[in-house]
């Protein structure tokens, strides 16, 4: 969810060197303008395949990470004809809540939300709210807007069914650490609910498999773009 650039500092010079590198801010990050509605997986996956068709390019290489991830198998599943070939890492298919809990957090007011974000913030990377701040064309003020918006996308119930996943026919390759956030459990369903997926689990990782590790992810990543059809 951060920027383009220190999401992916440590693998964008690389694949430079055999892939024209474009990256993406969505709207509201990095240094996009945020347009005040809420975030959403779906119209960020629309973004995204306006812009490629505005490069005139497509079908194309997707690589996102966490809910650039989720973005990504939407962009698969509502524009297939955009995507060749599609790495997603630290994805999920819902939150990792009980129903009922979820279903409460839902239905928080703003105010409640207010209330329990300066906890939830603790639990977040130390870089993060910096890297946000440095960037955004609203300024730091706006990180609490930012911050509501986005466990507001975080909790989207369901962010693709069994039927979506099986209808992606681009070659996925599904990433996570063996730490992520998202269970190993619900990193295999999301492998086996794809029709050509391989699968990836790297070890000593949490989330930041991409910055933790990334010698390994960009080797594991070349290989599987560069494989035959």
């Given at each position: ?78 524009h297939p ?43 977040l990377p ?25 466990y507001r ?77």
């Open positions: 969810m951060r920027d383009f650039d220190s999401s992916f500092a440590r693998h964008r010079v690389e694949f430079a060197a055999s892939h024209a590198v474009i990256g993406i801010d969505q709207r509201g990050h990095g240094r996009s303008r945020d347009d005040g509605r809420p975030f959403s997986y779906q119209e960020m996956a629309e973004d995204t395949a306006a812009v490629i068709r505005q490069l005139g390019l497509g079908p194309v290489d997707v690589v996102g990470h966490c809910d650039g991830g989720n973005v990504g198998l939407k962009l698969a599943r509502s004809e955009l995507v060749r070939r599609l790495v997603v890492s630290g994805a999920n298919l819902r939150p990792a809540l009980a129903a009922d809990e979820l279903q409460r957090r839902l239905a928080w007011s703003p105010q409640q939300l207010a209330a329990f974000l300066p906890r939830f913030e603790k639990q130390p870089s993060f709210r910096p890297d946000c701040d440095a960037v955004t064309p609203e300024g730091a003020a706006h990180w609490p807007v930012f911050l509501a918006k986005s996308l975080w909790l989207t119930p369901v962010v693709l069914d069994a039927a979506d996943l099986k209808a992606i026919q681009a070659p996925v390759l599904v990433v996570a650490g063996d730490r992520d956030f998202a269970s190993l459990e619900s990193t295999a369903e999301l492998y086996r609910g794809l029709a050509k997926a391989q699968l990836f689990i790297v070890p000593g990782a949490g989330h930041g498999t991409f910055s933790g590790r990334p010698a390994l992810v960009n080797l594991t990543i070349q290989q599987f773009l560069d494989s035959p059809p």
